[in-house]
């Protein structure tokens, strides 16, 4: 049986303290678009060349949409839970159980891919071309421990130090744009591509929204962030629509610049697209260019492990998971759930650089992130879609004045038949992206997210409900400072 609890059950809770600014900055940093273009834009190039820019949109629509979703979710159900907080409240216990398993295998297999390169970028950056396993290793844990040191700080200390990696981020799109526009030229397309029926064009674009789904994501953590917001119901989702526009510009401002600026058939042969444009265009700068990459990329790795932790410490409330996620430090920072996925993180990293016959098993498993984050979005526009069509009359905190949200409601349904069509492009397409066994790794995973629901009926029992109160937890903040 599932009790609620209230604010007063709770004697520790997350301080007020993050404004729409921060949640913006927050959001933006998240998706990380100078890491995301690094890690992922050859590939991209590769199967969609000149319309690569299509495939962004293709995918980034629903998410933008989706941001909208956030915000009217937010509004009505602010929890640090958030994705999993919400299918609990519209959905159910059950559904909401398998939810908090998709979102962990989101989000956790999301952080190694972030902390190799950020190893790998820093030992550039210091000139050393070819590291070994072990400078890869040392440099990880020293990324770990500076990532989890921020987020130990607490909320509006992340917010500081990302904001400040944020600003090297904005200050290089933003020469990027200008270096780049004086540079410009028509698109340089291989005689192949001039020749390509339509059918395989369009083929390919979809094989790569598979790709783009990847990295159009994180907007999202400021509704893990709402009890921590200084206005819970209206700031959250405001900050995460903002983020997504924000990125989507970046990306559109970017990858234009790219694709005019340099030869498609360049840019397929190197890994790193942001740096084979550096050599081309500004080569006497190449090396300081890391500069702004890596302070992408490790924004998006402590921002990653901030909205799995506050999604852990909202399961461990509720005793899905074990209480001690809920203990906070002196910071109001959920230490544990903080330290244990960075530790399990740098394990993984450990075990691919070291184990070197389980690095092709191990990279199937963090490719299938990709799904998850998708499956997840796809589960949040369900979510919203049955809210708004069924339970929005009774719903707080506005529903008894009987007004309904209309257009939303057809956007939510609009989102989540898109999103299924993604996630079946990723099921059909996926092995041809990622490689062979992606699709049984995802349904391993899957089965297991099923038995992880079976062991939580048999607890049912001690499962709590916990309910943000923000206008409580406001009155009682006003109260003690009189």
Not at 153 to 170: H, K, N, P
Not at 335 to 362: G, H, R
């Amino acid at each position: 049986m599932t009790t609620r609890t209230g604010l007063e059950s709770h004697s520790k809770r997350f301080m007020l303290g993050l404004s729409l600014p921060d949640l913006s900055s927050l959001s933006i940093s998240s998706v990380a678009p100078l890491f995301s273009m690094a890690a992922a834009g050859q590939l991209l190039v590769q199967l969609a060349g000149a319309d690569v820019l299509w495939a962004i949109l293709a995918v980034a629509i629903p998410f933008v949409f989706s941001s909208w979703i956030f915000r009217l979710l937010n509004h009505h159900f602010p929890n640090a839970g958030a994705s999993y907080h919400w299918s609990r409240r519209v959905l159910g216990t059950q559904v909401s159980q398998f939810q908090s398993w998709i979102l962990i295998m989101a989000y956790f297999w999301s952080i190694p891919p972030i902390i190799i390169p950020a190893a790998d970028q820093s030992l550039s950056l210091l000139g050393i071309a070819r590291p070994d396993a072990w400078d890869v290793v040392g440099f990880s844990l020293l990324w770990i421990i500076f990532a989890a040191s921020v987020l130990l700080l607490g909320s509006r200390m992340t917010a500081r130090v990302t904001q400040i990696f944020l600003l090297a981020e904005v200050v290089a799109v933003m020469a990027m744009m200008v270096i780049g526009f004086g540079h410009w030229h028509h698109v340089i397309l291989a005689p192949s591509e001039n020749t390509a029926d339509i059918n395989a064009r369009w083929q390919r674009i979809v094989i790569a929204m598979v790709v783009a789904a990847t990295i159009v994501d994180g907007w999202e953590i400021d509704s893990y962030a709402a009890e921590e917001a200084t206005k819970p119901r209206s700031a959250p989702g405001t900050g995460g629509m903002i983020g997504a526009l924000m990125v989507l510009a970046y990306y559109g401002l970017s990858w234009s610049v790219m694709l005019h600026n340099v030869p498609l058939s360049i840019l397929r042969r190197h890994p790193d697209v942001l740096m084979t444009w550096v050599h081309m265009v500004i080569p006497s700068v190449h090396r300081w260019a890391l500069i702004p990459i890596l302070a992408s990329t490790a924004g998006s790795l402590w921002l990653t492990t901030f909205i799995l932790s506050r999604a852990l410490f909202a399961m461990g409330r509720d005793h899905i998971l074990p209480p001690i996620l809920t203990r906070f430090n002196r910071f109001n920072a959920p230490i544990w759930a903080i330290i244990i996925p960075s530790l399990t993180a740098f394990f993984i990293v450990c075990v691919n650089l070291f184990w070197t016959s389980m690095t092709s098993w191990f990279n199937l498993v963090l490719s299938s992130a990709g799904f998850f984050l998708v499956l997840e979005f796809l589960f949040d526009s369900i979510t919203a879609s049955v809210f708004l069509s069924r339970q929005h009359d009774s719903a707080l905190p506005h529903g008894l004045d009987g007004h309904q949200h209309r257009f939303l409601q057809l956007i939510s349904w609009l989102t989540s038949l898109w999103l299924l069509t993604m996630t079946g492009f990723f099921l059909i397409y996926g092995g041809q992206v990622i490689g062979k066994g992606i699709d049984e790794v995802v349904g391993i995973l899957m089965l297991a997210g099923i038995i992880f629901v079976m062991v939580q009926r048999k607890q049912a029992q001690s499962q709590t409900l916990f309910i943000f109160e923000p206008e409580a937890q406001m009155m009682k903040a006003s109260s003690s400072k009189q």
